[in-house]
């Protein structure tokens, strides 16, 4: 199990590299193929959560949103 400090920072690390991938994209620049493979290669490598005590995954990447009733508020 990945320690809190080192899940922050693989978070940072992921959505910088999307950030500049986006960024990239926005300003009608090519994307490197390198840049994309390297972000691909790591959400797979660290996307692989232990489960909770429900035997629901916990994200290891992105955000938890919490489960609403469905109604916009």
Avoid at 21 to 27: F, G, N, Q
Avoid at 61 to 70: H, K, L, M, R, S
């Amino acid at each position: 199990m990945l320690e809190a400090k080192t899940t922050r920072l693989l978070n940072e690390l992921i959505q910088g590299m999307t950030r500049f991938c986006i960024e990239t994209y926005k300003s009608n620049q090519p994307i490197a193929s390198e840049d994309l493979k390297a972000l691909a290669e790591l959400v797979s490598a660290v996307n692989v959560p232990p489960e909770q005590p429900s035997g629901d995954p916990v994200p290891v990447i992105g955000f938890v949103a919490p489960v609403g009733d469905g109604d916009d508020e």
